[in-house]
C-alpha cells in the first residue's frame, strides 16, 4: 500500500492540527495502520495505531488524552487529531501501514511508510 500524509504545519502551543493519510490499494482496511515521528536530533517514534475495523487504538504514553487516531476504511484514510500540543510534539510525523498484531510499536512491524509531513508547535 502506498500512504501519503497531509496536513502538517505551524501552530502554536495549546492548539490543534489534524493530519491525513491517503492511501491506495484495495486491501488498506485490512492493515493495521498507525503514526511514527521524529524529533530533531532524536529517534523514531511510535505515536498511535488502530486496528483494521478502527474500534481499537493504542497510543503513547506522552500522547494519551491528547490524540486520537481513526480511520474511513471507505474513503482509505486514516486521521491523527492533535489536541492541545506542545513544543515537544514538534517532528517530522509518518504515516504507516502493516500486516501486523494489534498492540506492536516497532517500527520494523510496518512494511509501508508515508514520506512525512513536519508539524512545529512554537512556544
Known amino acids: 500500500v502506498q500512504l501519503q500524509a497531509f496536513g502538517g504545519g505551524l501552530v502554536q502551543a495549546g492548539g490543534s492540527l489534524r493530519l491525513s493519510c491517503a492511501a491506495s490499494?484495495?486491501?488498506?482496511?485490512?492493515?493495521?495502520m498507525g503514526w511514527f515521528r521524529q524529533a530533531p536530533g532524536k529517534e523514531r517514534e511510535f505515536v498511535a495505531g488502530i486496528n483494521w475495523s478502527g474500534i481499537r487504538t493504542y497510543y503513547v504514553d506522552s500522547v494519551k488524552g491528547r490524540f486520537t487516531i481513526s480511520r474511513d476504511n471507505a474513503k482509505n484514510t486514516v486521521y491523527l487529531q492533535m489536541n492541545s500540543l506542545k513544543p515537544e510534539d514538534t517532528a517530522v510525523y509518518y504515516c504507516?501501514?502493516?500486516?501486523?498484531?494489534?498492540?506492536?510499536?516497532?517500527?520494523?512491524?510496518?512494511?509501508?511508510w508515508g514520506q512525512g509531513t513536519l508539524v512545529t508547535v512554537s512556544s
Open positions: 490499494g484495495r486491501t488498506f482496511s485490512s492493515y493495521l
Open positions: 504507516v501501514a502493516g500486516n501486523a498484531a494489534y498492540g506492536t510499536k516497532r517500527s520494523g512491524d510496518f512494511g509501508s
